[in-house]
């Protein structure tokens, strides 16, 4: 997307036929490339090498609250952020053959 552009409305995920707000279709990618493991085959290594994906969210929805809500009504002690972000990511780049 353009820089000054709209953002798409996101009232539910737009299936990866949808169109952005200029009327060009998304692309979709000849899928998931092969030498790609799957998010949770990966987080379950012992020792993972890492890399920073720097992005901001709008904190109108309070992410960061309600991913702490969820670590404590499941009794979990540490819920990395970057883990649910790598699942998270990973699913939709691999929905849209990426």
């Not at 798409?8 to 169109?19: D, K």
């Not at 030498?35 to 720097?54: C, F, G, K, T």
């Not at 904190?59 to 499941?74: G, M, P, Q, S, V």
Request: hydrophobic share 40%.
């Amino acid at each position: 997307m353009r820089a000054g552009a709209a953002a798409p409305p996101y009232e539910r995920e737009a299936p990866p036929e949808a169109t952005s707000d200029e009327g060009a279709p998304w692309t979709q990618g000849a899928g998931r490339p092969k030498d790609i493991p799957e998010a949770a085959a990966v987080l379950n290594q012992r020792h993972i090498a890492r890399e920073s994906l720097d992005a901001s969210v709008p904190a109108a929805l309070k992410l960061k609250k309600r991913i702490k809500r969820f670590a404590l009504d499941n009794d979990l002690d540490h819920l990395p952020i970057g883990d649910i972000v790598c699942v998270a990511v990973d699913e939709w780049l691999s929905r849209r053959g990426f």
